[in-house]
């Protein structure tokens, strides 16, 4: 991949504009980066129109740009499945988020896991609530790493570099994207990521706009591109009478992410940082916007195909790397005139960058909170504090690098999927416990949880890390199901079942620190 | 409003939301490919329209709730 000059050009100047903005606009607002509260959590201060910004920039990340279009251009109808996923998830945000909101803005949580601690007064529950938020999250950085990775790599700045006693050193790319997410998050915080989710958004919505409407063009219209596809993989394969086939993997694989997300950290943290409940309620209507431009780049995936990137030379290198995870990468830069491939692959950079730093900035926020302060140091000052998170920050970013170098999978989806896995099997602690606290306890819900994360694992082990669709034998009938969700069926299974055990044998005294009131 | 809606909340505006959830997650209603629209398969169309359905069934719970002050 040689670099074409205009579009490096475009790209840098860009990429790195909109991210010096960040630096920027922090300095510019004297906010005092050295509390947690502003660092972390913007100072709950984000109306609706910034929040619509922040969480779309925060939620629609390298999955959407990268990650979804290279599995339906690799594998068809199935890749669609993000689409139901991405709309599903508003009503749970409609309806469970603006509980949680409202408890954390009175009792001063800044985590999923310090509601959980006041809830049920554990600290055990909350620890794993932490723990299983930050290893959750490692995979889903993975995936902006390797989304800002393809992006250098298809730029061109691709040269293998020979180094004395490590030898030759072809992963440039990746050093340059960990370097960027690093310094950017370290300085930034959660304030200057609020100002480059506008140029992010505004970046996107340019970029995937025009691909829908040239890219066609070019083609000669949505028929030509639809019959260019392969027959046998532009619709979902039919179950049989003894398996229940891949139209039930899709519809579990767009569930168990719809309920994933709003449990991940920096879902919660960017929730955490709008204003007011109506600001969420409003944002569960506006943020579809996003899934439409996530449909749309969705299609793109099917262009690909269409134009057949994968077969041209000058991209055999990019799919020889990346697999089909370079096939929007690949589909710019055939179809766009160089400095709208620049400005097309600035989008990209920029839009797995903010999702990075935010996982990264909350995963720092769980470590320091919950279990740097809860269990090592807890008077440590506010400026221990936030040193800390930032140090932890950092951390969380090295293991998703090693993550991307150990899992170097042929789809980028699979990382996310894999965290799914994990996240969702909080969602009885997080989600559940807003309704129905007198039905759980935390012996019930740890137990339940340690359920969940035991089999979650050991599916995906038995997937090899390649997968997220187990299928499950019952009664002679094969069901292909998303791991997470058979994981989260036990859980809950067993978190009420124990928790009306511990209940009856012990009678322990109820230590909720939180009133009904709390939640409205 | 008497006491007892006011503490559990419910009106039937609430089932609005489940109707996404019904439409997409019974995947046969739509794994087809007639009718087509401009050439995209109705499994396609189908989901893409779904992104402004879906806002169009959280409105009207949205308004309901404002006026409601919760």
């Given at each position: 991949m040689s670099a074409n000059p205009v579009a490096l050009t475009v790209f840098l100047v860009l990429f790195f504009a909109t991210a010096g903005l960040g630096f920027y606009a922090t300095k510019m607002k004297s906010v005092n980066l050295s509390d947690l509260g502003q660092?972390?959590?913007?100072?709950?201060s984000f109306g609706t129109l910034i929040a619509w910004f922040l969480l779309g920039g925060d939620i629609y990340t390298a999955y959407t740009f990268v990650a979804v279009p290279a599995l339906v251009a690799g594998a068809g109808a199935t890749g669609f499945f993000a689409v139901p996923f991405t709309i599903l998830m508003y009503p749970v945000l409609f309806v469970v988020m603006p509980r949680l909101w409202s408890v954390a803005q009175k009792r001063g949580y800044v985590t999923a896991a310090d509601f959980v601690r006041g809830r049920f007064g554990s600290r055990g529950l909350a620890l794993a609530v932490a723990a299983t938020g930050i290893v959750a999250t490692i995979p889903y950085i993975a995936l902006q790493l390797m989304g800002m990775q393809i992006v250098f790599a298809g730029m061109g700045l691709n040269f293998t570099l020979n180094l004395?006693?490590?030898?030759?050193?072809?992963?440039l790319p990746l050093l340059v994207a960990f370097l960027v997410l690093a310094i950017y998050t370290y300085h930034s915080g959660l304030h200057g990521t609020a100002i480059i989710s506008v140029a992010k958004g505004i970046l996107v919505y340019v970029a995937v706009l025009a691909a829908v409407i040239v890219i066609p063009i070019e083609l000669g219209g949505y028929g030509k591109i639809f019959a260019a596809a392969d027959p046998s993989t532009l619709l979902l394969g039919h179950g049989t009478a003894n398996n229940l086939g891949p139209q039930f993997s899709f519809a579990s694989l767009a569930l168990g992410s719809a309920l994933a997300l709003w449990l991940y950290p920096h879902s919660i943290t960017g929730v955490f940082s709008s204003s007011s409940r109506s600001v969420l309620k409003r944002n569960a209507f506006l943020l579809p916007s996003f899934t439409f431009a996530l449909a749309l780049i969705a299609l793109l995936g099917v262009m690909a195909v269409a134009v057949g990137v994968k077969g041209m030379p000058e991209y055999a290198e990019g799919y020889r790397i990346f697999g089909n995870n370079f096939a929007i990468p690949a589909l710019f830069l055939h179809s766009f005139s160089p400095w709208f491939a620049g400005l097309a692959f600035a989008a990209i950079g920029v839009g797995a960058l903010v999702p990075a730093a935010i996982m990264a900035i909350s995963c720092g926020n769980l470590f320091t909170r919950n279990i740097y302060k809860e269990?090592?140091?807890?008077?440590?000052t506010p400026a221990t504090e936030s040193k800390v998170a930032k140090i932890m920050s950092l951390a969380t970013k090295l293991a998703a690098l090693f993550f991307v170098v150990a899992l170097q999978s042929s789809y980028a989806i699979n990382l996310q999927l894999l965290g799914g896995i994990w996240i969702c099997q909080t969602l009885p602690s997080v989600m559940l416990a807003l309704y129905t606290p007198r039905q759980l306890n935390a012996p019930g819900l740890l137990l339940g949880w340690l359920a969940g994360m035991v089999t979650g694992t050991w599916m995906a082990i038995s997937l090899q890390f390649k997968g997220a669709v187990y299928s499950l034998d019952l009664f002679g009938v094969t069901i292909p199901c998303y791991a997470a969700i058979i994981a989260l069926l036990l859980n809950i299974l067993i978190a009420y079942a124990v928790s009306f055990l511990a209940r009856a044998i012990t009678n322990a005294p109820v230590r909720d620190e939180t009133l009904a009131e709390d939640y409205l | 409003m008497d006491e007892k809606t006011k503490k559990h909340?419910?009106?039937?505006?609430?089932?609005?939301?489940?109707v996404p959830f019904i439409a997409l997650l019974w995947v046969p209603l739509y794994n087809?490919?007639?009718?087509?629209i401009f050439g995209i398969p109705f499994f396609y169309w189908y989901q893409t329209v779904w992104t402004f359905l879906g806002t169009a069934c959280t409105i009207p719970v949205y308004l309901y709730e404002e006026r409601k002050g919760k």
């Open positions: 660092w972390g959590l913007g100072g709950r004395p006693v490590i030898g030759a050193f072809h992963d269990f090592i140091a807890p008077d440590c | 909340g419910f009106h039937p505006v609430y089932l609005l939301l489940i087809r490919i007639e009718p087509q």
